[in-house]
């Protein structure tokens, strides 16, 4: 009986030493992830002030500032006016179906104006790789009335694409419900954002441009 108790003893034992180990070498990693962390901080801020300020041929150091498009009045955009210009990512897509929209005539209720529907290559690219599942989806994606933009980008990842067209020229509003692609679209001053909750159709901060150019 002893003999065995003194067995039972040396495993418990051991399994106190294994343990010690495992948080040991834990709070190791831990440490190195931390101390990873604040120097990739250091450097992203590091790079920020190196892209904000530039120098000279003289040697005098200037801040680069973002160049302003004439249209926007502080974050008031005179060229968003009707009939309204919009482009649907594939996630408004299924949402609609899922609701059971008719996206014509929502977008037209909400804006109060004619609109022209617009998608992407890598939009139609990224619906056509979803599958069978999605058919549906795809077909009124491929509806004649909605209209194409060429992409010349590699690749179907639509949010930069999107994002880079709004840069670009700023008379469209944008149709998602996608919250990654939604935080990157509020950072762009002047853009609309046309969103489906609770099974209807909802505008994000469209300014009442009246006196805007009719395209």
Same mark, same amino acid.
């Given at each position: #009986?002893?003999?065995?108790?003194?067995?039972?003893? /040396?495993?418990?034992?051991?399994? #106190?030493?294994?343990?010690?180990?495992?948080?040991?070498?834990? &709070?190791? *990693? *831990?440490?190195?992830?931390?101390?990873?962390?604040?120097?990739?901080?250091?450097?992203?801020?590091?790079?920020?002030?190196?892209? /904000?300020?530039?120098?000279?041929?003289?040697?005098?150091?200037?801040?680069? !500032?973002?160049?302003?498009?004439?249209?926007?009045?502080?974050?008031?955009? $005179?060229?968003?006016?009707?009939? +309204?210009?919009?482009?649907?990512?594939?996630? #408004?897509? +299924?949402?609609? !179906?899922?609701?059971?929209?008719?996206?014509?005539?929502?977008?037209?209720?909400?804006?109060?104006? &004619?609109?022209?529907?617009?998608?992407?290559?890598?939009?139609?690219?990224?619906?056509?790789?979803?599958?069978?599942?999605?058919?549906?989806?795809?077909?009124?994606?491929?509806?004649?009335?909605?209209?194409?933009?060429?992409?010349?980008?590699?690749?179907?990842?639509?949010?930069?694409?999107?994002? !880079?067209?709004?840069?670009? /020229?700023?008379? #469209?509003?944008?149709?998602?419900?996608?919250?990654?692609?939604? &935080?990157?679209? !509020?950072?762009?001053?002047?853009?609309?954002?046309?969103?489906? $909750?609770? +099974?209807?159709?909802?505008?994000?901060?469209?300014?009442?441009? +009246?006196?805007?150019?009719?395209?």
């Amino acid at each position: #009986f002893v003999s065995i108790t003194r067995k039972t003893r /040396h495993s418990n034992m051991g399994k #106190f030493v294994m343990k010690t180990a495992n948080i040991k070498q834990n &709070k190791k *990693m *831990m440490n190195i992830k931390t101390k990873l962390k604040a120097a990739n901080k250091i450097k992203k801020q590091e790079q920020k002030q190196s892209e /904000h300020i530039k120098v000279d041929a003289q040697g005098q150091l200037n801040e680069s !500032r973002p160049d302003h498009f004439n249209e926007l009045f502080f974050r008031h955009n $005179q060229a968003l006016g009707p009939p +309204y210009h919009v482009i649907m990512d594939t996630n #408004f897509f +299924y949402y609609a !179906r899922r609701a059971k929209k008719d996206i014509f005539t929502e977008m037209t209720r909400i804006l109060l104006a &004619k609109c022209y529907l617009y998608v992407t290559d890598c939009i139609v690219a990224e619906a056509e790789k979803m599958g069978r599942k999605y058919k549906s989806m795809l077909r009124s994606i491929k509806d004649p009335r909605i209209r194409r933009l060429k992409c010349q980008h590699q690749g179907i990842y639509a949010d930069d694409c999107i994002c !880079r067209r709004l840069e670009q /020229h700023r008379i #469209f509003l944008v149709a998602t419900c996608d919250r990654d692609l939604k &935080k990157r679209l !509020r950072k762009i001053p002047g853009v609309p954002i046309v969103f489906i $909750q609770a +099974y209807r159709f909802n505008v994000e901060r469209l300014p009442e441009a +009246y006196g805007a150019p009719r395209f």
